[in-house]
């Protein structure tokens, strides 16, 4: 019987009932056979993509995030397979604002009708009536790009008004997009990129907390390119722990509104990724980790 973990604690997002444990899970690397690089076509083992699944719910894990342009429509009808009917704690949370190409490619769809469609999708793929919180995913692939969202977020907040999803948040927006945006309609949550190395939303996650938005950081462990760092291993050495622990832990306690979704297509790691809510950095290891941003930033400001 799998054990039911203490997720470090949980965060009601604002204006909802909707209580999230803070270490959820993200299921784009369920599609494709090669582990998920791609996002496209079915897994190399639908079985351990179910397995996966089932085990991060029994664990304590109630908070999904996936979009029907994963595989696509893959990662949802996995979804759908392995756990409904679903449980009535499970938030679902899921993007528009893209689909794929015939080449893989994943161009903007954020036309009124690319957006309909988009939700009816995820309706009809997930055997749900009415989405739980659906993400506006705008600007590129790794960070966004200024310009009004009014009228792709227009339609959204329509779809809400007629019921077919309840809540909305943002992906890959500028702080001033956040702003428009709240004069559009209610932001629940912000799904941006953000690790240990990559900190350019330092001040937005504490601005987000400051109002009791969620801050959900996509790619939390440094994406298809993992984060790779000698003073992270040797944090991870000190505490008898994997980086990736350390890096999942380290978010964990940047902010309470945090909300950490790291993927995976195997139990294994699945079941390292949730122990990481059990590790509480001390001090100097968070000082250490924390000089690896800063690093960084002085990095890429000397190659501009």
């Known amino acids: 019987m799998t054990e039911q973990l203490d997720l470090t604690g949980s965060f009601t997002l604002p204006g909802t009932s909707m209580t999230l444990n803070r270490m959820g899970y993200g299921a784009m690397q369920l599609a494709g056979r090669d582990g998920g690089k791609l996002v496209w076509g079915p897994p190399r083992d639908v079985d351990e993509a179910i397995a996966v699944l089932q085990e991060a719910v029994a664990s304590g894990v109630n908070h999904i995030d996936t979009a029907d342009y994963y595989g696509p429509h893959v990662t949802n009808q996995i979804i759908r397979k ?12 899921t993007k528009l604002g893209a689909r794929r190409g015939q080449d893989g490619s994943w161009p903007h769809a954020l036309s009124r009708q690319e957006l309909i469609d988009g939700v009816h999708d995820n309706l009809r793929n997930l055997g749900v009536d009415v989405l739980d919180v659906v993400n506006l995913r705008v ?46 309609t209610d932001i629940v949550c912000v799904q941006n990129f953000y690790n240990l190395a990559q900190r350019s939303d330092d001040a937005f996650v504490d601005d987000l907390a400051a109002r009791g938005i969620a801050y959900v950081p996509f790619f939390p462990l440094g994406g298809f390119s993992l984060l790779q760092s000698s003073a992270l291993d040797r944090v991870a050495a000190s505490l008898e722990a994997t980086p990736m622990q350390v890096a999942l832990a380290w978010l964990l306690q940047r902010s309470p509104n945090m909300l950490t979704i790291p993927g995976t297509s ?5 079941r390292e990724n949730l122990r990481a809510a059990a590790l509480k950095l001390p001090p100097d290891a968070i000082a250490t980790l924390n000089a690896i941003g800063e690093r960084v930033q002085v990095a890429r400001q000397s190659n501009q």
């Open 139 to 184: 600007g590129g692939m790794m960070e966004p790009s200024e310009g009004s969202i009014e009228e792709p977020l227009s339609v959204l907040a329509e779809l809400k008004r007629r019921g077919l999803v309840r809540h909305i948040g943002l992906s890959n927006v500028t702080p001033t997009q956040f702003s428009e945006a709240r004069t559009v």
């Open 82 to 93: 392995a756990l409904s009917p679903y449980p009535d704690d499970l938030v679902i949370v």
């Open 266 to 270: 195997s139990v294994k790691h699945l």
